[in-house]
């Protein structure tokens, strides 16, 4: 747990459960875009209300499945970058039991940095890269 320095907490919907009564597979991508956005919201490197200037794309996402997630489980979702190339970085996420720490999924995650007016790629904010930088403890 100690890899993750941002945590984002995630309330189970009843509407998230499936036939098979835990949370559907397509859910845990949702908890991590979730809290993707909120790792970018408190580095303070997007508003959460303009998205044309979320200054992102996804490119790629996955996900492994380590645990089913019961309705009503205390769960958070744990974020970092751990790649910065010059106009995409690569993140990891883990998405854990809040009271046993039990590790519930993996998943990795792919961004471009993307200008939304212009509709094309961008190198990477240096604002970005050197909040990230400072944040995630990268030299």
């Not at 949370?23 to 949702?30: D, G, K, Q, S």
Request: proline content about 3%.
């Amino acid at each position: 747990m100690s890899e993750y320095r941002f945590y984002h907490p995630i309330e189970i919907r009843y509407a998230d459960l499936d036939a098979q009564r835990h949370v559907n597979n397509a859910c845990y991508l949702t908890y991590m875009e979730q809290a993707r956005l909120k790792y970018f919201q408190s580095l303070d490197l997007w508003d959460g209300a303009d998205f044309d200037n979320i200054g992102v794309i996804l490119v790629e996402q996955s996900c492994t499945y380590k645990s089913p997630i019961a309705y009503g489980q205390p769960i958070h979702v744990g974020v970092r970058v751990i790649r910065l190339g010059n106009k995409s970085l690569e993140l990891t996420v883990s998405i854990r039991d809040r009271d046993t720490d039990q590790e519930m999924a993996t998943g990795r995650t792919v961004l471009v940095a993307y200008d939304y007016v212009a509709e094309k790629s961008q190198s990477i904010p240096e604002r970005w890269r050197e909040t990230i930088k400072v944040y995630e403890g990268m030299a």
